[in-house]
C-alpha cells in the first residue's frame, strides 16, 4: 500500500503560522477569488467587546460605581454554558429557586450555542454527544426526562431522529473518499498491526478505568503517570510509530481537545479511546460504534433544553466583573448594558472559564491561581459556510455527517443539514472547524473574516474544487480561549482538585475542573456545585 502524501510538505504549524501572516502569503498562491467580491461575511458570536470589558476593568472593579441597580437572589450563577445551566437545574431540583443566571453573551449555552443562516440552523461550537454510558448515570437519566430516550427493560431506547444517520464519517485520502476516519490498509500491511498493537494498548490501559465523566471513575498512580508525559513520547515507547496511525491519533486530539499528540498527554489520548468505545482495528471486530446524538445546530437544543425549566432566571448581556467573598454572603458587581448591577447573594457559583473566575474574584483563593495558570487553552474558529448548493465532490464515499482531510491542518467540516428527514434541495450549509495553536490566538483575533473564508476555501478547494463559486454567505466565530487543553501534569496537579472546596460561599462548576472540554464534564461539574450548595444552604 503507497503511503498517502500530504497535500503539502509543510508541517500543520507552519502552514497556520503562513495562513494566519496575512492576506499576502494567503493569497500568493491562490487563484484570484472571485468570492472576495459577492460574498457577505461576518464575524459572530463573541461578544468579545463586552468581554474585553471584564478584562479592562481594573478600576471598576477596585472601586465599584456607586448607583448601581440593587439586586439580590439566594445564588447567583455566573455563566450559562452547559456547567452553569446544569447547576441551575440541579438547585432547582434540590428546591433553591431563589437564583440568578448571568451572562456575558445575548444568548445562553456558552460553546453549546446554535446559529442560523436564513433559516438554516447550524453550529457555532459544540455538535455532537456521545450517548452516555453507565458512568453518567445523571445525564441518562436527564436525557429520558426531556424526551430523547426511552427506559425500556432492555435498557434505553433512543429517539432515532436524533441519533446521527449514517453515513456519519469519511476521510478524503490518496485522490478519494473513504468510509471512517481511519485510514483503511490491507489487513496484512504493516500499518495494521500497528492497529492491532494500539488496540491492545487501549484495552490492558482501559483496565485501570476510565469514565466519561472522568469524576465518576477512579485516579490513581498509574492514571498519574500516564498524565505526566506527552502522548507523542507515550506512543514512541509503546512502539507506534507508523505514519497513518499517528497522523489519525493526531486527528482524535485536535479534535477533541484542540491540540494535538505533542502538546496532549498519554492520559488525554487514552482517555479519548478508553471512556468511550475503545479501539479495535477495522475488520477485526464486529465492535460497530454507537451513533451519537446530534442536531443541526449542534448541542443548542441540550442547551434549550437545560435552560427551559429556569428561562426566567436566566440575564444575558450580563458581564460579571468582581466577585467579592465575605463573611455573611458575596457581593457581585455586572456591566448590564449602560448600567452596572450590584447583586447580593448567600452564594455564588462561577461557572466561567477558570481564568475568568481568578480575573473577577477579588480574593481568588491560591488553588484557583494557580490551576488557572497551569491551564493553556486552544483559540478555535467555526465558520457556517452558506453555499448556492451542493459542491463538486471526489469520488468514493458518499458526503457523511463528518467529512475530513488527511493532512489538512483543519478538521474538516461537519454537513448541518444531514438530520434532514426529507431530501435536501437548494442551499446547503457546511460547518468547517478549526483548532488554532495557542500561539497563534493574537494573530487569529486580528483575522480579517476574509482571510479566514481564504483560509478554509483554500483548505476545502482539494475536495470541493467549485466551493468558492458555490458560496453565498460566511458567519465566523472564534473562540479566543475556547477550552482547556489537557496538557501533561494539568489532570493531576494538586491545584486543579483543590479548586471546587477552595472557598466557603464560592463554588465552581466548568468543564475547565475537569482539564478539557466536553458536554459530559461540563454537565457533571454544574450538577454536582449545584447539589453541594443546596446542602450547604438547606443544611441536609
Ligand atoms: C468549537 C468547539 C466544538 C466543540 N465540540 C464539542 C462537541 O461536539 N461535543 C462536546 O461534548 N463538546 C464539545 N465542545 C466542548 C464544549 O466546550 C462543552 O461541550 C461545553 O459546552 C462546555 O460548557 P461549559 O459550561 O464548561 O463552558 P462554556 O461553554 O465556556 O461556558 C461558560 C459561560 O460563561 C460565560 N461567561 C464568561 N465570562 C463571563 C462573565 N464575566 N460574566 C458572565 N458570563 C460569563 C460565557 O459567555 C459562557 O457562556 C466544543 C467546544 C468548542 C469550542
Same mark, same amino acid.
Request: aromatic share 8%; proline share 8%; net charge neutral.
Given at each position: 500500500m503507497p503511503r498517502p502524501l500530504l497535500r503539502s510538505s509543510a508541517t500543520r504549524r507552519e502552514f497556520l503560522g503562513a495562513a494566519l501572516a496575512g492576506p499576502a502569503i494567503l493569497t500568493g498562491c491562490a487563484k484570484p477569488d472571485d468570492w472576495r467580491q459577492r460574498v457577505e461575511g461576518r464575524w459572530i458570536g463573541d461578544n468579545s467587546v463586552l468581554g474585553h470589558r471584564v478584562r479592562d476593568a481594573r478600576d471598576a472593579a477596585a472601586h465599584p460605581p456607586a448607583g448601581a441597580r440593587e439586586r439580590r437572589c439566594d445564588v447567583l450563577v455566573v455563566g450559562s454554558g452547559i456547567g452553569g445551566l446544569s447547576a441551575a437545574r440541579s438547585l432547582q431540583r434540590a428546591g433553591i429557586t431563589d437564583f440568578a443566571v448571568l451572562e456575558l453573551e445575548d444568548e445562553p449555552g456558552g460553546n453549546s450555542?446554535?446559529?442560523? %443562516?436564513?433559516?438554516?440552523?447550524?453550529?457555532?461550537?459544540?455538535?455532537?454527544?456521545?450517548?452516555?454510558?453507565?458512568?453518567?448515570?445523571?445525564?441518562?437519566?436527564?436525557?429520558?426526562?426531556?424526551?430523547l430516550a426511552k427506559s425500556t427493560a432492555s435498557g434505553l431506547k433512543w429517539d432515532e431522529r436524533h441519533l446521527c444517520h449514517s453515513p456519519q464519517e469519511r476521510l478524503f485520502i490518496d485522490g478519494r473518499w473513504q468510509d471512517g476516519m481511519l485510514p483503511l490498509v490491507p489487513r496484512d500491511s504493516a500499518t495494521q498491526a500497528q492497529y492491532r498493537l494500539l488496540a491492545k494498548l487501549v484495552a490492558d %490501559?482501559?483496565?485501570?478505568?476510565?469514565?466519561?465523566?472522568?469524576a465518576r471513575g477512579p485516579w490513581t498512580s498509574a492514571h498519574a503517570a500516564l498524565d505526566a508525559v506527552p502522548a507523542a513520547r507515550w506512543v514512541r515507547e509503546q512502539g507506534l510509530r507508523d505514519p497513518l496511525?499517528?497522523?489519525?491519533?493526531?486527528?482524535?486530539?485536535?479534535?477533541?481537545?484542540?491540540?494535538?499528540?505533542?502538546?496532549? $498527554?498519554?492520559?488525554?489520548?487514552?482517555?479519548?479511546?478508553?471512556?468511550?468505545?475503545?479501539?479495535?482495528?477495522?475488520?477485526?471486530?464486529?465492535?460497530?460504534?454507537?451513533?451519537?446524538l446530534t442536531w443541526p445546530d449542534g448541542n443548542a437544543p441540550l442547551a434549550q433544553a437545560l435552560r427551559q425549566p429556569c428561562a426566567d432566571r436566566v440575564h444575558t448581556g450580563r458581564a460579571v466583573f468582581r466577585v467579592d467573598e465575605g463573611l455573611g454572603g458575596v457581593e457581585a458587581w455586572a456591566f448590564a448594558g449602560d448600567e452596572v448591577e450590584h447583586w447580593t447573594a448567600k452564594h455564588v457559583i462561577m461557572a466561567t472559564p477558570l481564568f475568568i473566575?481568578?480575573?473577577?474574584?477579588?480574593?481568588?483563593?491560591?488553588?484557583?491561581?494557580?490551576?488557572?495558570?497551569?491551564?493553556?487553552?486552544?483559540?478555535? %474558529?467555526?465558520?457556517?459556510?452558506?453555499?448556492?448548493?451542493l459542491p463538486l465532490d471526489r469520488v468514493g464515499a458518499p458526503l457523511s455527517w463528518d467529512n475530513a482531510i488527511h493532512g489538512s491542518p483543519s478538521l474538516g467540516y461537519v454537513d448541518a443539514q444531514h438530520?434532514?428527514?426529507?431530501?435536501?434541495?437548494?442551499?446547503?450549509?457546511? &460547518?468547517?472547524?478549526?483548532?488554532?495553536?495557542? $500561539?497563534?490566538?493574537?494573530?487569529?483575533?486580528?483575522?480579517?473574516?476574509?482571510?479566514? &473564508?481564504?483560509?478554509?476555501?483554500?483548505?476545502?478547494?482539494?475536495?470541493?474544487?467549485d466551493l468558492g463559486e458555490r458560496l453565498q454567505?460566511?458567519?465566523?466565530?472564534?473562540?479566543?480561549?475556547?477550552?482547556?487543553?489537557?496538557?501533561?501534569?494539568?489532570?493531576?496537579?494538586?491545584?486543579?482538585?483543590?479548586v471546587p472546596a477552595s472557598a466557603p460561599r464560592v463554588s465552581f462548576a466548568h468543564a475547565d475542573l475537569s482539564a478539557y472540554s466536553v458536554f459530559e464534564e461540563a454537565f457533571t461539574r454544574g450538577e454536582d456545585a449545584g447539589r453541594r450548595v443546596a446542602r450547604a444552604l438547606l443544611g441536609r
Open positions: 450555542r446554535g446559529h442560523a %443562516m436564513q433559516g438554516l440552523r447550524c453550529p457555532i461550537g459544540a455538535h455532537y454527544l456521545p450517548l452516555p454510558g453507565p458512568q453518567a448515570g445523571d445525564i441518562q437519566d436527564w436525557l429520558v426526562e426531556i424526551g %490501559m482501559g483496565r485501570l478505568g476510565f469514565a466519561l465523566p472522568t496511525l499517528l497522523a489519525y491519533l493526531d486527528y482524535c486530539c485536535r479534535d477533541d481537545y484542540g491540540a494535538g499528540i505533542a502538546t496532549v $498527554s498519554a492520559w488525554a489520548l487514552v482517555h479519548y479511546f478508553a471512556s468511550r468505545h475503545g479501539f479495535s482495528a477495522p475488520g477485526d471486530d464486529a465492535n460497530d460504534r454507537d451513533p451519537v473566575a481568578a480575573r473577577v474574584l477579588r480574593a481568588p483563593p491560591a488553588a484557583l491561581v494557580a490551576a488557572a495558570g497551569a491551564q493553556r487553552r486552544a483559540p478555535w %474558529m467555526v465558520a457556517n459556510l452558506r453555499l448556492d448548493a438530520q434532514n428527514l426529507a431530501p435536501v434541495v437548494g442551499p446547503r450549509l457546511l &460547518t468547517a472547524y478549526w483548532a488554532f495553536p495557542d $500561539s497563534d490566538r493574537k494573530r487569529l483575533l486580528q483575522m480579517s473574516w476574509q482571510d479566514a &473564508t481564504q483560509l478554509i476555501v483554500d483548505d476545502l478547494r482539494a475536495v470541493h474544487p454567505q460566511v458567519d465566523i466565530v472564534r473562540h479566543g480561549h475556547a477550552m482547556a487543553i489537557p496538557t501533561p501534569g494539568l489532570r493531576s496537579s494538586a491545584a486543579l482538585a483543590a
